[in-house]
């Protein structure tokens, strides 16, 4: 089982709309989360970090659940820049290391 | 603040023929490391190093070696490359002071093995 899952979509939506998607983790030892964008080719760039109590940026809202193993991205009134793949991306704390889920891919169409 | 840099942004090999990528980062981050991609899986971490002289195996270190030749560089060796290296190479540096684990990424390597 991968350590980072994440519906690989795409999730094709209009300008406008409100987007939203999860991705699952399996080492229970994860500690830090976090949401990175990579656009088409290049390299990944930190979103945000993700809080326990879950946290917002702008249009952008993450959340963790750290019951049910899981953390979640909603984007509110997409524009065409927000068009990409989200990479969801753990930490163990022990060794720093980062787990990469495969991405999520979201296209905003006029 | 070139931020991280990578050379060369692409490459073509033949099976067995081996090759070195560059990675240097002008943030002053004490731990560095190497990521393939490939299509469909995440990011694999390759090698990293946490800090100026030492270095660790990740996920899918068989056949890679890296060197820490000082603080900013950290390179990436294929000794005898196979198509099944063909992927996209990404370093990245990361400072752990203060609680920041960001990790900065270079544009990244494009490597197919033919």
């Known amino acids: 089982r991968k350590e980072v899952e994440q519906d690989p979509g795409p999730f094709n939506v209009p300008e406008g709309a409100t987007v939203a998607f999860n991705c699952t983790y399996s080492n229970s030892a994860s500690q830090s989360f976090f949401w990175y964008r990579q656009d088409c080719r290049k390299e990944p760039k930190l979103l945000m970090s993700v809080y326990s109590s879950g946290n917002e940026d702008g249009r952008f809202t993450a959340q963790l659940n750290r019951a049910s193993q899981y953390i979640s991205l909603l984007i509110r009134d997409s524009k065409l820049s927000d068009s990409a793949t989200y990479l969801c991306v753990v930490m163990r704390y022990n060794d720093y290391k980062l787990s990469f889920g495969a991405g999520t891919t979201v296209t905003v169409r006029a | 603040n070139a931020g991280v840099t990578q050379t060369p942004k692409f490459q073509v090999l033949k099976t067995g023929q081996s090759m070195t990528l560059q990675c240097a980062q002008d943030?002053?981050?004490?731990?560095m490391y190497w990521y393939r991609q490939d299509p469909g899986m995440g990011l694999r971490l390759i090698y990293y190093?946490?800090?100026?002289?030492?270095?660790d195996k990740g996920e899918v270190p068989n056949g890679y070696n890296v060197s820490r030749l000082n603080k900013r560089e950290f390179s990436l060796r294929l000794e005898s490359a196979a198509p099944s290296q063909t992927s996209v190479y990404f370093c990245a540096s990361t400072d752990r002071v203060f609680q920041n684990y960001e990790q900065y990424f270079g544009p990244g390597t494009r490597l197919t093995v033919t």
């Open positions: 943030m002053n981050h004490n731990s």
């Open positions: 190093s946490a800090s100026e002289g030492t270095t």
